[in-house]
């Protein structure tokens, strides 16, 4: 989805390369909603072109992708490594550095071929020690530390690498899109990578340069990407702002708002990050399956991912998004106020209280959308009233239980392992739902060779209870001057996917 947005868009700040099944805690300060989007004409002497292509980064700040801040470091370093597997714009796990792999009978033991002729940008060939030492400073990561928490061992033997499990997971390629550095040059500023470019320094400053023996054979947009430099996030928008460079990415919909002006093209990408309605299913009356599908029946998603997040997010009725295949599209229903009346009723719910819909402050798009779900609730014949608290007494609420309701935001892996949503015990299953099908149903999609039957089983099942409700997932967004780049597919973990049929324009002369 591309989009030309004009002065005063709110930008917020990039968030795009964070994994992991975690619930965000949001930055001190609070943002305002998005102001409306207006076409810009282009101008009667045509798109005002750069003479060359840069980036915001943080000098003296490392460039390690496993290391280094959010942002824009991750957004430079996004050129430099490359991981055994990619994530596609739907979400699905393609083969990188990796050739081939096989796995066990219990899908708990993977073997990993590595792709022939790979050679880091300083001309030495990639090996399986390079591969395990990253990926077992991964493991201990504060970045990836949660997602591949299932992993038990890495091991390396020649150009196959060997990973253990503590359990099944036929989805394990989708977790490891690492990047991978050169063993041994991870201390550097700028460690040793596969990627297309790759650090160089002068006295004029920092810039990437065009890997000539990158592997894939692709040509490269440009052959020199300049590197400006950007302390904070103040600093980075100014510089996009006054065209010293011509790429960022943003949460749109996330805190921390800030301005740009300018004609501004807006590519989005789907993402993991699930905003969904969490219950206490441990309270009366939401003990009740019948008054949570009732509930469920009255949210119009569509709505809100187009209206509250100005379409920067896709309706979800299942915790995995509309752009996986996984997704069971045959298992959804169209919102209506008839389908939530009869829904309802159907309930026997009989109203003795109001329900508390919890939400937090620093975030003004979720506290929109909550106040939109308790009036239509409401008006429905489930009175809920919003509590609106700060991140730290919002959690601690949670914790403690004391909520009927609440608005949640959660960045699930790319494998769609929900446990930590669903299993007892689970470090966002706030409302305490235990419920032995549906601990059987994650172990058997866990295990699943086809995934996509399990995981309509499994989503048949919260369909039928909803110890939560699903609202959409959230995209997020690459921003780049106008008319500079033409080509462009971005994915939530690399705003430079599919690098070779970008088109960058400059400046001619």
């Not at 004009?6 to 998005?34: D, K, S, Y």
């Not at 947009?221 to 103040?234: C, G, M, N, Q, T």
Request: net charge negative; aromatic share 8%.
């Amino acid at each position: 989805m591309k989009r030309r947005l004009r002065v005063f868009l709110a930008l917020l700040l990039p968030a795009l390369l964070l994994t992991g099944c975690w619930q965000e805690e949001p930055p001190e300060e609070i943002n305002n909603m998005l102001p409306p989007v207006t076409e810009e004409p282009a101008g009667e002497e045509g798109p005002l072109l750069p003479e060359r292509f840069a980036l915001p980064y943080m000098p003296g700040r490392t460039l390690d992708p496993i290391a280094c801040a959010d942002g824009m470091q991750q957004v430079a370093a996004s050129l430099m490594y490359e991981g055994l597997f990619r994530l596609d714009g739907s979400l699905e796990p393609q083969l990188g550095l990796c050739l081939s792999y096989t796995h066990d009978d219990t899908a708990s033991r993977y073997t990993f071929a590595l792709r022939p002729g790979v050679l880091f940008s300083d001309g030495s060939a990639l090996t399986g020690r390079d591969v395990k030492a990253a990926l077992d400073r991964a493991r201990e990561s504060d970045r990836y530390r949660s997602r591949l928490s299932g992993i038990t061992s890495v091991s390396a033997n020649g150009d196959t690498v060997t990973v253990a499990l503590n359990g099944p997971n036929t989805g394990l390629p989708a977790l490891l899109d690492v990047p991978i550095v050169k063993s041994g040059t991870q201390d550097a500023a700028a460690p040793i990578g596969t990627g297309p470019y790759f650090y160089a320094e002068e006295e004029t400053g920092a810039y990437l340069v065009a890997n000539q023996s990158w592997w894939r054979g692709e040509s490269q947009p440009v052959d020199r990407i300049a590197l400006v430099e950007a302390s904070d996030a103040d600093a980075m928008l100014y510089r996009f702002s006054s065209h010293e460079v011509q790429l960022i990415t943003a949460d749109l919909t996330g805190v921390q708002a800030v301005s740009t002006t300018g004609s501004v093209d807006c590519l989005d990408a789907e993402s993991t990050l699930l905003q969904y309605v969490g219950c206490n299913t441990s309270r009366a009356p939401l003990d009740s399956p019948s008054l949570r599908r009732a509930l469920s029946a009255g949210i119009d998603r569509a709505n809100i991912a187009s209206a509250f997040l100005s379409g920067h997010g896709t309706a979800a009725a299942f915790p995995v998004s509309p752009a996986s295949s996984l997704y069971p599209a045959d298992l959804e229903e169209a919102y209506s106020v008839d389908g939530f009346s009869t829904a309802l009723t159907a309930s026997g719910y009989v109203p003795e209280r109001s329900l508390t819909l919890l939400v937090n402050e620093e975030n003004g798009f979720k506290r929109a959308i909550a106040d939109h779900l308790a009036e239509l609730w409401t008006q429905g014949g489930v009175p809920v009233e919003v509590r609106v608290l700060p991140w730290e007494e919002y959690t601690a609420a949670l914790a403690a239980g004391d909520f009927d309701l609440y608005y949640g935001e959660a960045r699930l892996s790319a494998d769609w392992d929900l446990s930590c949503l669903l299993a007892p015990g689970g470090a966002l299953n706030y409302g305490h739902w235990s419920d032995p099908e549906t601990s059987r149903l994650l172990e058997e999609f866990a295990a699943a060779e086809d995934r996509g039957a399990a995981m309509r089983d499994l989503c048949a099942r919260l369909k039928d209870q909803m110890p939560f409700l699903p609202v959409c997932f959230k995209s997020t967004s690459v921003l780049t001057q106008a008319d500079v780049a033409e080509g462009m597919a971005p994915t939530a973990a690399e705003p430079f996917y599919d690098l070779g049929k970008w088109t960058i324009r400059l400046k001619e002369g």
